[in-house]
T-cell receptor, first 113, second 113 residues
Framework: QKEVEQDPGPLSVPEGAIVSLNCTYS??????FMWYRQYSRKGPELLMY????GNKEDGRFTAQVDKSSKYISLFIRDSQPSDSATYLC?????????????FGGGTRVLVKP | EPEVTQTPSHQVTQMGQEVILRCVPI?????FYWYRQILGQKVEFLVS????????KSEIFDDQFSVERPDGSNFTLKIRSTKLEDSAMYFC???????????FGPGTRLLVL
């Protein structure tokens, strides 16, 4: 079983729709959960950062973490064509000296005008 | 807004040659990381670095790889004898604390011929 699993997509939605993304994981030591956006051949750009279980909202983005189910989600409201990108979930355990991030494979999202 | 920078953006080298990839982390950050992403695959952790020493490394980070912080601003990744399978996008990241957000640079695309 992979440590972090993410549907590769592509996920195609019309402009204005809600985009729903998710990841599952197997390592119960993960406590920090992130969503990054990556445009083609660019570096990952942080969108959301959450600790442990719960919800976090930032503008059009909502991140949810359910540690009991080992499941995290990202919702993008009122999607725009500029949201077309690959979305990467990443997670890490708590360590004293630098946390390595374990990434999912990414979901490619296409928002059509 | 401060950002992580990387040079060069592209590097082409012959198999067996040494390459040095350079990164300038965000100035007040103390934790540094290298990741790589082979085309079409997930972002993979290579190494984390804190207080002038490696804090964690992955199985990929074998004796061919080394990291260094030669001065107060640069952080480098050296591959001593490149192999074809080292062709990938290499990302540098930095964070202000072990559990703080990791900010990624734009990457160096390495092609080994």
């Amino acid at each position: 079983q992979k440590e972090v699993e993410q549907d590769p997509g592509p996920l195609s939605v019309p402009e204005g729709a809600i985009v729903s993304l998710n990841c599952t994981y197997s390592n119960s030591a993960f406590q920090y959960f992130m969503w990054y956006r990556q445009y083609s051949r660019k570096g990952p750009e942080l969108l959301m950062y959450t600790y442990s279980s719960g919800n976090k909202e930032d503008g059009r983005f909502t991140a949810q973490v359910d540690k009991s189910s080992k499941y995290i989600s990202l919702f993008i409201r009122d999607s725009q064509p500029s949201d077309s990108a690959t979305y990467l979930c990443a997670m890490s355990a708590a360590k004293a000296a630098g946390n390595k991030l374990t990434f999912g494979g990414g979901t490619r999202v296409l928002v059509k005008p | 807004e401060p950002e992580v920078t990387q040079t060069p953006s592209h590097q082409v080298t012959q198999m067996g040659q040494e390459v040095i990839l350079r990164c300038v982390p965000i100035s007040n950050h103390l934790y540094f990381y290298w990741y790589r992403q082979i085309l079409g695959q997930k972002v993979e952790f290579l190494v984390s670095f804190y207080n002038n020493e490696i804090s964690e490394k992955s199985e990929i980070f074998d004796d061919q790889f080394s990291v260094e912080r030669p001065d107060g601003s640069n952080f480098t990744l050296k591959i001593r004898s490149t192999k074809l399978e080292d062709s990938a996008m290499y990302f540098c990241a930095s964070s202000s604390g072990p559990r703080e957000t990791q900010y990624f640079g734009p990457g160096t695309r390495l092609l080994v011929l």
